[in-house]
RNA sequence: CGAGUAAACAAGACAGCAGCGGGUACAGGCGUGGGAAACCACAGCCAGCCGAAAGGCAGUACAUGAGGAAAGUCCGAGCUUCGCAGGGCAGGAUAGCUGCUAACAGCAGCCGGAGGCGACUCUAGGGAAAGUGCAACAGAAAGAAACCGCCAGCCUUCAGACUGGUAAGGAUGGAAAGGCGAGGUAAGAGCUCACCAGCGCAUGGGAGACCAUGCGGCUAUGUAAACCCUAUCCGAAGCAACACCUGGUUAGAAAACAAUGCGGCGGCCCGUCGGGUUUUCGGGAAGGUGGCUUGAGCCGGCUGGCAACAGCCGGCCUAGAUAGAUUGUUGUCAAAUACAGAACUCGGCUUAUAUGUUUGGUCGCAGA
RNA sequence: CUGGGUAUAGCGCAGAUUGGUAGCGCGCUACCUUGGGGUGGUAGAGGCCGUGGGUUCAAAUCCCGCUACUCAGA
């Protein structure tokens, strides 16, 4: 399946207002189903989590993470992977977990309100504990 | 051995697995998707193809791929554009000397000053007798000074008043008119002398800043990171510059002003060039490619120079992305932990920085 | 990439041109006024002027270096 990067600040814009996402200190999530055959993925690392250097890891980390979970992934999705302060500090394995989890629940599920899903994310999270 | 000082260097290594950028070898067409096109993407197909040529290309293989500060953007340059010469003013920058450099507010050596026992460190370090301003409060007075005091004269009833001399003493202040001692005097005073400090002149030394010696008279406080003066230098904007390509527009309407005017190298004046200009309404301002890495380059040796640096010889090619590659992860090494990511390119400055290694002086203690 | 601006009391701002006393409004504290509260009145507290140096007798102010925030243009 042939993979692609947004780059348009509208895609952005849109997954924000309109997409699903899940919530985790390490990374959130947002995901919404295209017509374009293939799955789009963009990665947002603002100036909040560091300096240059730590945003160019965060941004290495997800595109590590992305590259082994997008096997599983059927369909054709656009995602966007937002980087928090403490992504920069932890080894990649953990984002691949978190961002595994996250991408199963937006994926299988379908038409759930922003509030279930926080509920649900929340009590994976409570689970894991 | 301890303390302190100056400088240089490194900025993880190795192995396994997974992955990315551009480059080279070796040689693009069709298809699909995006697009108006130029062009871009794709392990979709074929095996070489397209093109007149130059040249171009999927896949595969190979080597290669962030820093000492890549940072801050504080200086200086290259490069590009502003149609084409220019002059002056304004404005800005620098400020001991000599050298180095493409240039600099940089560097090297030296001079003066400050600090340290010392190795050594710090230093915006021109001009205050060109002019103007300011020096609050206090104080008599902040510049050619008499409040108290001291001394002389004179008046007078003791007190004291008046006139004059006087910068030794008191008080104020950051600063009080060279410092200190002796002579001198009515009391005093560079009035005279010794030493010290400053200024001027002369002689000698030095490339120069300046230093040394001698003589002279004592006349002028501080502030120029206040205005200013002197000397030297400076056009502006920036790779989102700019060039080319594809497509589109390169229509127009109304009003006002117009040669003592308008526009252009941005402020002003002159010069010069252009031939309309301004406002409102309406249309367009999107994409691609180049610029993009061979350069005041790096490494080694020799020569010159105290050094910065320069010259010669030999060798090397060492990121070029465009939502932005250069890494992720595991193991071993005692630990790998700091600051931190090229974005047109160089030379500096400034700031951040874990840990480790090496070298040259200095001081103290002990021993031979 | 380029060019500006701001930082002063808990909050919002003066003071910087021309260097010597840091001030205004709201808020805060105490007291008075009221049966009580508000309003009103009187008095008071609260500042190493963002940070590190320098010039000066003396710096919020002048000069240099940092830090944070913020605006504009391409």
Redesign the pocket.
Known sequence: M?V????E?RI?RRLYSKGKYQVHPLLVTYAQRNREGRTRY???ASKKIG????R??A???I??AY??VEKEITGSWDFIFVARSRTTK????EIKKVMERQIKTLTAENGKSGKEKRKIESQSEKQER
């Not at 300096?51 to 730590?54: F, L």
């Not at 932890?90 to 394995?93: I, N």
């Open positions: 042939p692609a990067v947004i780059k600040n952005f963009g990665i947002s300096c240059a250097a730590e160019n890891r941004k290495r980390v595109r590590a590259r082994e932890v080894k990649m394995d």
